[in-house]
């Protein structure tokens, strides 16, 4: 059975820095792409970063250069190191598994299968 694990959050003043972490396990961790997504209230939940099975990253341009993505294979854990935060930032934010059938499609929600439960970030200014 699958299972994805996120902790990490936490309430944080604008510009402060968080680490997310998703411990995951039931599956085959290295055949999977792993992303972030976070959703806010009354918004669509969005792709944030994305790592490849290949190693290769993706952000969404509001996080580029804040947000890193990494992950540790023999953990099977992936990570979002969160930096600068700002208020528009605050959401519950979730890991997903997924086999993206290109690379245009891996922030894109509809191709991940497994999600976690989430963790919120709220950023206060």
């Known amino acids: 059975q699958v299972h994805l694990v996120e902790s990490g959050g936490g309430s944080v003043q604008s510009g402060g820095s968080l680490r997310l972490s998703c411990a995951a396990s039931?599956?085959?961790?290295?055949?999977?792409?792993m992303g972030w997504f976070r959703q806010a209230p009354g918004k669509e939940r969005e792709g944030v970063a994305v790592i490849d099975s290949d190693g290769s990253t993706s952000y969404a341009d509001a996080v580029k250069g804040r947000f890193t993505i990494f992950q540790d294979n023999a953990k099977n854990t992936l990570y979002l190191q969160i930096n600068s935060l700002k208020p528009e930032d605050t959401a519950r934010y979730y890991c997903?598994?997924?086999?993206?059938?290109?690379?245009?499609?891996?922030?894109?929600?509809?191709?991940?299968?497994?999600w976690g439960q989430g963790t919120q970030v709220t950023v206060s200014s």
């Open positions: 997903a598994a997924g086999r993206p059938l290109g690379r245009s499609l891996l922030l894109s929600r509809d191709e991940y299968m497994y």
């Open positions: 039931g599956y085959t961790y290295s055949l999977y792409s």
